[in-house]
T-cell receptor
């Protein structure tokens, strides 16, 4: 079975500073990788995903993540965060059976 | 709007009671997932159905059961409710392997 580890449960960062949210996974098969974001009192929304092709994927709001197969990582980065980025971020992997495995989440707090 | 519809949005009930949460997946999606999210346990996978058949089972209690109907909507039944069952219950759906899963807004269950 697959597993996902999000190493940081809470990440405080000042506005306009860069941020990296770390995600590592373990799997013996090919997987698809996702980042979801959950704003307060809302459901989870897809932020970005890696299925195949270029290992660097980007979202429309400035986040990017890079698939690193050798390190089994899919870290999420943003060069300059905004207050509105304050949310819970979940890393997830899915296998060919379409079972999804989520990490425990990272709470990103952007400080003015 | 993810296209996944969950009802009811909020529910308050007493210990020992039984409730049913309903989920309508996105049009065309065959897979339905149920998750429980609480402050102390995070996001927990409960169960997955694919085209009416149970596909995977996670940390679902014996007091809980689910099913997916021929029209692909799904219901999660929670019985003999305890205070600890108070949580946000999410339904999600996806089309096939490797596809994104889309989350509903959740059903807030409060057991008093």
């Amino acid at each position: 079975a697959q597993s996902v580890t999000q190493l940081d449960s809470q990440v405080p960062v000042f506005e306009e500073a860069p941020v990296e949210l770390r995600c590592n996974y373990s799997s013996s098969v090919s997987v698809y990788l996702f980042w979801y974001v959950q704003y307060p009192n809302q459901g989870l929304q897809l932020l970005l995903k890696y299925l195949s092709g270029s290992t660097l994927v980007e979202s429309i709001n400035g986040f990017e993540a890079e698939f690193n197969k050798s390190q089994t990582s899919f870290h999420l980065r943003k060069p300059s965060v905004h207050i509105s980025d304050t949310a819970e971020y979940f890393c997830a992997v899915s296998d060919i059976g379409n079972q999804f495995y989520f990490g425990t989440g990272t709470s990103l707090t952007v400080i003015p | 709007d993810s296209g996944v519809t969950q009802t009811p949005k909020h529910l308050i009930t007493a210990t020992g009671q039984r409730v049913t949460l309903r989920c309508s997946p996105r049009s065309g999606d065959l897979s339905v997932y149920w998750y429980q999210q609480s402050l102390d346990q995070g996001l927990q996978f409960l169960i997955q159905y694919y085209n009416g058949e149970e596909r995977a089972k996670g940390n679902i209690l014996e007091r809980f059961s689910a099913q997916q109907f021929p029209d692909l909507h799904s219901e999660l039944n929670l019985s003999s409710l305890e205070l600890g069952d108070s949580a946000l219950y999410f339904c999600a759906s996806s089309a096939s392997a490797g596809n994104t899963i889309y989350f509903g807004e959740g059903s807030w269950l409060t057991v008093v």
